[in-house]
């Protein structure tokens, strides 16, 4: 098994910025690729980005309306996984949930479903 949990979510104003983190525990992080994804009220839920695991040379791999704007990043030594999020705008409101699978590569995360998800931490970008 493996524990998920994230914070750092909170209401901001359009182009203000916002630093999502998720803590990992119970097996080896590194062997995880990590992605985020976000689910707005009466909209399913999206992939916004992923890192690969640490064998998979650490590519990322963004959704388009993010790109450029976020930036995911991982920290093996304090099995964390971060999401920086720049010119945020109401758009992005959601909750963000942070999600691991073993030995994925970054693309694939965006359409392979992780094996483990955290609760999710609401962000709410204010016009």
């Known amino acids: 098994q493996v524990q998920l949990v994230e914070s750092g979510g909170g209401l901001v104003q359009a182009g203000d910025s916002l630093r999502l983190s998720c803590a990992a525990s119970?097996?080896?992080?590194?062997?995880?690729?990590m992605a985020w994804f976000r689910q707005a009220p009466g909209k399913e839920r999206e992939f916004v980005a992923a890192?690969?695991?640490?064998?998979?040379?650490?590519?990322?791999y963004y959704v388009d309306s993010v790109k450029g704007r976020f930036r995911i990043s991982r920290d093996n030594a304090k099995n964390t996984v971060s999401l920086q999020m720049n010119s945020l705008k109401p758009e992005d409101t959601a909750v963000y949930c942070c999600?691991?699978?073993?030995?994925?590569?970054?693309?694939?995360?965006?359409?392979?479903?992780?094996?483990?998800w955290g609760q999710g931490t609401q962000v709410t970008v204010s016009s």
């Open positions: 999600a691991g699978r073993p030995f994925e590569s970054a693309q694939s995360m965006s359409v392979k479903r992780p094996d483990y």
């Open positions: 119970g097996r080896t992080f590194s062997n995880y690729a």
């Open positions: 890192i690969s695991w640490s064998g998979g040379g650490g590519d990322t």
